[in-house]
């Protein structure tokens, strides 16, 4: 297809993203006037597998440490032996009314054993600290991070001097590095510590290096070690009782390396061989490599939603101002989304674990919910952000993973269910069980590694790779609707196929009789997963051209599967009976999955299942639901696709004011960071969806964002969307194929006719928001589309 205007086309692009770069640097800094008096206003930096939190003190500096793998414990079999045997009863149970006594006969013949709080936990690796002896007042502090560098600050003055520190985590050399520097020669006299809260670690010192190594767990876990090496400019360095004793240097460099043998490598080696490779770098050089490996991912995308800068306000007050006067705050979204961003870069990068439920920062020895992987939404939220915003590397540790979950998988599936294919359930660890563990109201959820299956597919259709299809994202679809295939059975009363026992994460129902349950056949979060892994596996086995007669089994299973039903009350049922909740406000909005990150709930197809959900969503905030961070996220990405950005931007505001913490940290309460990435993926879900069959631009854009533009979003089919808009109206859009293929475009404004050769080929259409444009048009690899409004 030809375009008009190819030469204006190309400037536009340059010109636009030349603007939107320039924006991106104008304010993406979190910025306080005064050291953090709690871990949870310490600023944190990462490389994927090693992270800090800078509290930024005068007289003593504290930067609490983590390693990813640095974990207790080793796999074991956590499976009920009994489980199989009992499984027909506790079905037969649950068809015949009899829910109170399934649930106690689950909760003893089928749930697995579940070792005690802590046993098997991430931890802290430990402390460094820089204390500086004879510290006086200081003045002119600023403790910042830079979001558009990764790097994070200290400045402030003491006694005419000027004193400053950077932190960085180097993905590219593996290391920490922290650099002190003062306005007069000889300024900087420290002592330097590198401890943990534990009993057992081993600290040994040289002329310039502190070692820490221990085997966690009391002998039950990984063993690390933390090397940190002191390079000096000017002045000495001496070693005594566990400490470094910097004197009146004129500058200092601290390169910090840790490792564990979780991947059975030699820690040891590791931590030596990487601080030998950094001493070929100076720091500046150091620093620069690591800004520069940043930058290509996260520049990427640029946000801008207001057209002045913001007032040097800093970010805690700022925050604590929203809560107490409201506003619009436009701007705090653009620094939160990118935040989002920025956190997960720092946690999540090839070759490491994918980001747990604290991404890579958790203090102490025991951590909130042993820092592990909830696969009942949690890391899955993790991950709602990176094809959307443009960082698709960092879903690699994330599939890594899931991958390494399926051989013990295909052993539960076998154990407790007598299946083929592979389970996982509402938990895992680093050690990657599978089995059903804890009460059964949580635990006994056989649906882990299928939604974790349906982020290979989404990756697919944001990439386009053929090949990831075929070898990674088929196999493990074909390997979680392989277990489905042995588990689903007919429900005697509608004679659909239904799953179970299972329940809806994690919420309780009342009895005919008035007591609670949870564990039911078919609840509706099952079946919406199911009727979506079936329907993209049969898809994926038809592109590959592979298992035809696999295939048309799935399909006619698929045709079986219990539908999706709305209750008296006209909401979406949760369960496959129309029960009461125990909880109407409940965190959990599980029967919502196929609004939300699912596809079959849209405006078009099933158009009462979505006015259901709008009235599922409302009962809930109705009852105080959304009183989590990650539920609150959730709830926007619900209204950004319900279309209703006035709802969407409500919701995040009460997402700030609510369950963020003073350094941008989601709270559950407590610190969790699903919140973080589950909000970030709400703003993009806002402004550009692709979910449905097209590309639509500005779907849920609130009144407050009239004047904005985004650059470097990614949709579906492998197409960048760049967007322009001024008094609420789309003004511009630069699309990029990437791979080719058709654009299927929806806008709510029709391109103008003398700016594109798309102009009149517009087809209004009908929707609840008003008349919308329908364009479609084949493109090429590479091919650049400017649309004007």
Not at 210 to 222: F, K, L, S
Request: proline letters at 5%.
């Amino acid at each position: 297809m030809h375009f008009m205007k190819t030469y204006g086309c190309i400037l536009t692009l340059l010109l636009f993203n030349l603007s939107a770069l320039k924006a991106q640097e104008q304010d993406l800094q979190l910025w306080y006037e005064s050291p953090a008096r709690a871990w949870t206003e310490a600023l944190p930096v990462g490389n994927g597998s090693l992270g800090g939190m800078i509290f930024g003190g005068i007289d003593r500096e504290r930067i609490q440490l983590n390693e990813e793998s640095v974990w207790t414990g080793h796999p074991i079999d956590r499976g009920n032996p009994e489980a199989r045997a009992h499984l027909d009863s506790v079905r037969q149970l649950l068809f015949a009314g009899e829910y109170t006594e399934a649930e106690r006969l689950a909760q003893e013949k089928i749930m697995g054993r579940r070792l005690e709080q802590g046993e098997h936990t991430y931890q802290t690796l430990g402390n460094l600290y820089l204390n500086f002896p004879g510290a006086s007042k200081t003045e002119d502090y600023r403790r910042a991070l830079d979001l558009s560098t990764a790097v994070a600050s200290v400045h402030y003055e003491q006694e005419g001097i000027r004193y400053k520190r950077e932190l960085f985590s180097s993905y590219p050399d593996q290391l920490m590095a922290l650099n002190l520097s003062a306005d007069q020669p000889g300024a900087l006299s420290l002592e330097l510590q590198l401890n943990r809260p534990s009993q057992h670690e081993a600290v040994t010192l040289s002329a310039n290096e502190i070692v820490m190594r221990e085997h966690t767990g009391n002998g039950d876990g990984v063993r690390y070690t933390a090397r940190l090496r002191v390079n000096v400019s000017g002045g000495s360095v001496n070693a005594a009782d566990s400490t470094l004793h910097i004197s009146n240097a004129d500058e200092v460099t601290l390169l910090l390396a840790a490792a564990t043998d979780y991947q059975n490598k030699n820690p040891d080696e590791l931590t030596r061989q990487r601080l030998d490779h950094a001493q070929a770098f100076t720091y500046k050089q150091l620093k620069q490599r690591h800004i520069r490996d940043y930058q290509q991912l996260f520049n990427r995308v640029s946000l801008d939603l207001t057209p002045d800068r913001v007032g040097d306000t800093a970010t805690d007050r700022r925050l604590e101002r929203l809560r107490q006067e409201g506003g619009p705050a436009p701007h705090l979204s653009e620094l939160y989304f990118q935040y989002g961003r920025y956190l997960l870069l720092s946690s999540s990068r090839s070759g490491s674990l994918p980001a747990n439920l604290q991404g890579i920062w958790a203090e102490g020895m025991a951590p909130p919910w042993n820092a592990d992987y909830h696969i009942n939404i949690n890391l899955q939220m993790n991950y709602w952000p990176a094809d959307l915003t443009n960082l698709s590397e960092t879903y690699g540790p994330f599939f890594d993973f899931v991958e390494k979950l399926r051989p013990r998988g295909r052993e539960t599936a076998r154990q407790t269910y007598g299946s083929r294919g592979a389970v996982a359930h509402h938990t895992t660890d680093v050690w990657h069980f599978t089995e059903p563990i804890g009460k059964t109201y949580w635990g006994l959820w056989p649906m882990g590694a299928a939604w974790l299956t349906m982020h290979f597919w989404d990756h697919y259709q944001y990439t386009g790779s053929e090949a990831f299809l075929r070898e990674r994202a088929y196999p493990q679809m074909k390997s979680a609707a392989t277990f489905f295939m042995d588990y689903l059975v007919k429900d005697p009363e509608t004679g659909y196929l239904v799953t179970g026992p299972s329940m809806s994460p994690e919420n309780q129902y009342i009895t005919p009789e008035g007591k609670q349950a949870s564990i039911a056949m078919g609840p509706a979060m099952d079946m919406e997963i199911l009727h979506e892994l079936f329907e993209a596996t049969i898809k994926a086995s038809r592109m590959l051209e592979l298992d035809a007669a696999f295939r048309d089994t799935l399909q006619q299973l698929k045709n079986d599967l219990a539908p999706v039903r709305i209750g008296a009350n006209g909401t979406i049922m949760e369960w496959n009976e129309d029960f009461e909740e125990a909880e109407p406000g409940h965190r959990h909005i599980s029967h919502l999955y196929s609004l939300h990150p699912g596809k079959a709930i849209n405006a078009n197809d099933t158009p009462e299942l979505f006015r259901a959900a709008r009235k599922t969503i409302d009962r809930r905030l109705q009852h105080g639901g959304g009183h989590t961070g990650w539920s609150r996220a959730w709830i926007i990405n619900f209204f950004a696709r319900l279309k209703d950005g006035e709802k969407a931007r409500e919701n995040i505001l009460a997402l700030y004011t609510k369950s963020t913490l003073p350094n941008l940290f989601d709270t559950h309460p407590p610190f969790q960071i699903d919140g973080n990435f589950g909000g970030t993926a709400g703003i993009a879900e806002m402004l550009l969806q692709s979910h449905a069959g097209y590309v639509e631009l500005l779907p849920a854009l609130p009144k407050a964002w009239k004047e904005g533009r985004v650059r470097g979003l990614k949709a579906r089919g492998n197409f960048i969307v760049d967007m322009r808009w001024a008094k609420g109206r789309l003004t511009e859009a630069v699309i990029t194929s990437n791979s080719g293929g058709t654009l299927r475009l929806k806008t709510h404004f029709p391109v103008q006719e003398s700016d594109s050769s798309l102009a009149g080929r517009g087809q209004p259409v009908s929707g609840p928001g008003g008349a919308v444009y329908i364009y479609e048009l084949e493109t090429n690899p590479g091919e650049v589309i400017t649309l004007m409004f």
